[in-house]
């Protein structure tokens, strides 16, 4: 099953805008990872923050992670069609004070950037 | 290889065929993961390889899917009596102890 919803499902915007997508999820994890996707492709990784993290950063991108509310938001800036994809958000969850890394995925934002 | 690689890229079989999905993992990569994504949706875990090792198969929705990872590298997911829910895409990662994972570009199973 799910871990996460992802908010909004789906968001349109103009090349040169910012996209903020949201995440959130229902139990302690051990790092929360975002991950993109395009059309009838593998994912690719993102940025990963761990649970003791708050912001991070990466090029255009920026991650948020609030623990006490469960959730994350990632934030493209200057967005370019190329970033046209879809956006998915991970958690690796604590079991029993260690984590192999098995993640749980949400069920995506497709974004769409229009030039 | 520089990256995950998996093949076929597609494959349809007709219901009640057996199906095997091959993944190569990055050379030296420990840890390896199959991940299965209906339309529409996110990847779903099946199961997880530390080197041979099959430590988590909790995710495999019934006993028609087996996993195998023999010695450590290349893994093999299985499929038997394949059914018209089967029909996905199954992707495969594989990470250092480290964490970063890559994930390969995936099988898309499509059962008819």
């Known amino acids: 099953s799910q871990q996460g919803e992802e908010d909004p499902q789906a968001l349109s915007i103009q090349e040169g805008e910012n996209a903020t997508m949201n995440c959130s999820y229902k139990?302690?994890?051990?790092?929360l990872q975002w991950y993109r996707q395009n059309s009838g492709r593998g994912l690719v990784h993102l940025i990963l923050?761990?649970?003791?993290?708050r912001e991070k950063h990466s090029g255009r991108l920026r991650v948020t992670l609030d623990t006490s509310k469960k959730s994350s938001s990632l934030l493209i800036t200057a967005s370019r069609a190329a970033d046209t994809a879809s956006y998915f958000c991970?958690?690796?969850?604590?079991?029993?004070?260690?984590?192999?890394?098995?993640?749980?995925f949400g069920q995506g934002t497709i974004l769409t950037v229009h030039p | 290889g520089a990256g995950v690689s998996q093949s076929p890229r597609y494959k349809v079989a007709k219901r009640g065929q057996d199906v095997a999905l091959r993944c190569d993992p990055i050379?030296?990569?420990?840890?390896l993961f199959w991940y299965q994504q209906a339309l529409g949706q996110g990847p779903e875990f099946l199961t997880y390889?530390?080197?041979?090792?099959?430590?988590?198969k909790s995710g495999l929705p019934s006993d028609r899917f087996f996993a195998e990872r023999p010695e450590g590298s290349v893994s093999t997911l299985k499929i038997q009596r394949t059914q018209q829910e089967d029909s996905a895409v199954y992707l495969c990662?594989?990470?250092?102890?480290?964490?970063?994972?890559?994930f390969g570009s995936g099988t898309r199973l499509t059962v008819v």
């Open positions: 990662a594989s990470s250092t102890t480290r964490g970063g994972y890559t």
């Open positions: 139990t302690s994890i051990n790092n």
């Open positions: 923050i761990r649970s003791n993290e």
């Open positions: 991970a958690t690796a969850l604590r079991e029993g004070g260690t984590s192999y890394g098995k993640l749980t």
């Open positions: 050379s030296g990569h420990v840890s």
């Open positions: 390889f530390q080197n041979e090792a099959q430590l988590d």
